[in-house]
């Protein structure tokens, strides 16, 4: 069993930065996949990042590269995703997920936390 607890969303402008924490309890993150994805209203949850922790690589979806970077703090046993030149479409609910294998669709992770919204003002 592995919970999920997000963090570190808000309000913030365009051009501003924030930076999303996702710890884990219950569990390590020394065997999954962590992936972050994003729901806008009445969209399908969209992936943005994902990084296997125990090799340490990293992927991006075409929309946040450059701008986005998720790392890990093993001793903390937490991922963070950097967000920087936020724009008005980035606004959406954002969750991060565990799963057993590289993905990057929702259906292929099994752990969810609960969300936590980012808007993004022009």
């Known amino acids: 069993q592995v919970q999920l607890v997000e963090s570190g969303g808000g309000l913030v402008q365009a051009g501003g930065s924030l930076r999303l924490s996702c710890a884990a309890s219950?569990?390590?993150?020394?065997?999954?996949?962590i992936g972050w994805f994003r729901q806008g209203p009445g969209k399908e949850p969209l992936f943005v990042a994902a990084?296997?922790?125990?090799?340490?690589?990293?992927g991006y979806a075409e929309a946040v590269k450059g701008r986005f970077t998720i790392d890990r703090d093993n001793a903390k046993n937490t991922v963070y995703l950097q967000m920087n030149r936020l724009k008005p479409e980035d606004t959406a609910i954002y969750y991060c997920a565990a799963g057993p294998r590289w993905g990057s669709l929702a259906s292929e992770y099994t752990y969810w936390g609960q969300g936590t919204q980012v808007t993004v003002s022009s």
């Open positions: 219950g569990r390590t993150f020394v065997n999954y996949v």
């Open positions: 990084i296997n922790w125990s090799a340490g690589s990293t």
